[in-house]
């Protein structure tokens, strides 16, 4: 079964993010710029000179402070590239397998065979680059006394499907290796009910409807997935969102009437790709609020002066994250047969930017 198809939803791209040898602790590569390769960018540049690391990898680490030129603080994996001495500082080896971390969760549901968490923002589902501790995997450990289940690999025990380490809301996870066999079926088949709500800067363009593209990874930036323009094309994968608009909020500054300033939209997967939500959205010219991937810009447009509107804008620009909830699971358990269904309130950060919009 692919890992990287229906059973991973809206989840960051990291099947290459691990890659490139591990390397001693304090390990420093570096690369020697001259005249002829500068104007390059900085993480094509590294790639070539290190063929063993990925360029998402190099860009991650580089994102960590890891970069300097001639001793300089580099930051920005785009940058152009300069005549000069790069050196780039490696993390030390991880563990391979996780260690448990007594972290709490906010268990939904729970038997012998799978629990349901309600995953907090800023938790990674997995350990990854970036994200080698603190997990939902970690917490998991302790809390099921290692008894997890172990399709996923040692990196990944009980991890059936996944949301972005920013999106907030419910996931299921597999104790046994019958539980996760048969949740992840029922992914395949897209059988299993999932709801989002969506913050997005802009409103889709109908009030309802249903988005259907190939999704495939951005040539431009590998952290980001693009639609496939070409309808002929048979890059990516198949992708459809349904969606519908429950609120809208404000005036977008300079638009015509009936151009909302925002939007809270409520999203049905039918598939569950890399990013699709973020994906689908920005490609309706509604991205999510607070998405630093997606969004070109934080904030909002909103049409009108005065302490509501101000506040409205400043509670946009402050969000710290994609406005992303997963706020229904619904699935059959794969041992009882009972069907389940669990929703999840909006969180308090997603309450606190809808109450600031609904006064605009």
Request: charged share 25%; proline share 8%.
């Amino acid at each position: 079964m692919d890992a990287d198809d229906d059973l991973l939803d809206d989840a960051p791209p990291d099947d290459e993010a691990g890659r490139g040898a591990p390397s001693a602790a304090g390990d420093v590569r570096t690369a020697a710029c001259d005249a002829a390769e500068a104007g390059t960018r900085i993480d094509a540049f590294l790639a070539r000179a290190f063929p063993d690391l990925s360029r998402a990898r190099i860009q991650g680490l580089i994102g960590q402070g890891r970069l300097t030129r001639d001793g300089a603080p580099v930051t920005a994996a785009s940058e152009k590239t300069r005549p000069g001495l790069y050196a780039l500082r490696l993390p030390p080896p991880e563990p391979a397998a996780p260690e448990p971390e007594n972290i709490p969760l906010a268990i939904v549901f729970e038997d012998a065979h799978l629990v349901v968490i309600d995953k907090a923002a800023g938790m990674a589902m997995h350990p990854a680059p970036g994200a080698m501790r603190g997990t939902l995997v970690h917490a998991l450990l302790h809390h099921c006394r290692g008894g997890l289940s172990g399709v996923g690999g040692v990196a990944r025990p009980g991890i059936v499907h996944r949301i972005d380490k920013d999106t907030t809301g419910l996931v299921v996870v597999a104790k046994d290796d019958v539980t996760h066999t048969g949740l992840a079926a029922q992914f395949a088949k897209h059988t299993i009910e999932r709801a989002y709500f969506a913050v997005t800067r802009g409103a889709p363009p109908a009030r309802s409807g249903t988005i259907e593209t190939r999704l495939a990874r951005s040539g431009d930036d590998r952290r980001k997935m693009a639609v496939v323009r070409d309808p002929r094309s048979e890059a990516g994968k198949r992708a459809v969102t349904h969606y519908w608009l429950v609120e809208t909020f404000g005036h977008l500054a300079g638009a015509p009437i009936g151009h909302p300033a925002a939007a809270l939209v409520e999203c049905r997967l039918e598939t569950g790709r890399t990013h699709q939500i973020r994906a689908h959205l920005a490609h309706l010219g509604a991205p999510l609020l607070g998405d630093p991937l997606y969004g070109k810009f934080r904030g909002l447009k909103i049409e009108g002066a005065g302490p509501a509107v101000d506040a409205a804008k400043e509670a946009a620009a402050a969000f710290p994250r994609q406005a992303l909830h997963a706020a229904v699971l619904g699935f059959t358990h794969p041992v009882t047969g009972a069907a389940h269904r669990f929703e999840s309130p909006l969180p308090a950060d997603i309450q606190g930017l809808l109450a600031a919009l609904r006064r605009v």
